[in-house]
């Protein structure tokens, strides 16, 4: 079940609410559910500022991670996580300084933590810099495919 593994990674798992200001935090069509963004944020502890410059490599990957154990919660605000099939698809953005072009090697951080949770394979995935509003250092969406 994925809550028991999300249990064994360290996060006790709770679903996020629906509704956040204007928009919902996911939306089903048939058998896929689309997250939003999902920020480096949880609880108290949000990890802010430009990768490369304010940033680096390990606290970035974790804040991908986060950002990817959010995704999960945003699931949770309309289905049961432990009906997911699979993850389909991730779009890893990254709030990147001067220079900096490792993007892959910090969205990597939210696959290699799906990719222990999913025993199915990997997904598709993008991983571009750009700005991300509020600095935050990483923002997450996720597609995943639910069982009929």
């Not at 064994?8 to 089903?28: C, M, S, T």
Request: hydrophobic share 45%.
């Amino acid at each position: 079940m994925v809550t028991e593994k999300l249990e064994e990674l360290g996060y006790n798992y709770e679903p996020a609410g629906l509704k956040v200001l204007d928009f919902h935090q996911a939306v089903r069509s048939g058998n896929l559910i689309f997250t939003s963004g999902q920020v480096s944020l949880l609880g108290e502890t949000g990890i802010k500022g430009k990768v490369g410059e304010d940033v680096d490599l390990e606290t970035a990957y974790k804040a991908a991670e986060i950002c990817a154990y959010k995704c999960l919660q945003a699931v949770g605000a309309i289905a049961d996580v432990n009906d997911i099939v699979k993850v389909v698809k991730v779009l890893g953005m990254v709030n990147v300084g001067a220079g900096f072009d490792n993007t892959s090697g910090v969205i990597n951080g939210a696959t290699h933590f799906l990719n222990k949770i999913f025993e199915n394979g990997s997904h598709a995935r993008s991983a571009v810099g750009m700005v991300i509003p509020g600095n935050w250092a990483v923002e997450i969406e996720m597609v995943v495919e639910m069982k009929s």
